[in-house]
């Protein structure tokens, strides 16, 4: 698989420690972060236990992220201000490269379907011919810690799933 980054990888992590299970009931889970940066996104993946590590440019942030499942992912912030500090939406997103045995035709129908099924993110053909799926945020009035855990760990989720059935 690979992710919007071609950089290597070199991913930061918390101490083995601090590795626990999500706890959805967590008092924090109801915060509500005031806008998208890297501090607010970087609390989060730590609490799903996400390896990452800094991308992008200070007016384009962006983060590259291991999720606990194995499955990698680029996450880029957007309608930023004050360079960076204050960003008002985040994609997060992951592509393979299109599988030699899978004919264009029939990758573009097993991305229908899977779009069909699963309304949560959405998968494509990028323009390089790459099978990516996507999912895309916005905190224009804020947003809560704890829903931005789910939306990542559910979509670490449809990564492995888009994987295994997209591209067979």
Request: charged content about 20%.
């Amino acid at each position: 698989m690979r992710v919007l980054f071609a950089a290597p990888l070199l991913l930061l992590a918390a101490p083995a420690a601090a590795q626990v299970p999500f706890n959805p009931a967590s008092p924090e889970n109801r915060q509500v972060m005031p806008t998208f940066n890297y501090e607010t996104v970087e609390t989060v993946l730590r609490q799903i236990n996400a390896r990452f590590e800094r991308r992008g440019t200070a007016d384009r942030p962006a983060l590259q992220v291991q999720f606990a499942n194995g499955r990698r992912a680029g996450i880029v912030f957007g309608s930023c201000e004050r360079q960076g500090a204050a960003c008002k939406a985040l994609a997060v997103q992951a592509a393979w490269p299109r599988p030699a045995n899978v004919p264009p035709e029939r990758l573009a129908a097993n991305i229908q379907r899977f779009n069909q099924r699963f309304a949560f993110s959405a998968g494509y053909v990028a323009t390089d011919g790459q099978a990516a799926l996507r999912r895309y945020l916005t905190a224009d009035f804020g947003f809560l810690r704890g829903d931005l855990a789910v939306n990542l760990l559910v979509f670490a989720n449809m990564a492995q799933r888009f994987q295994a059935e997209v591209l067979r």
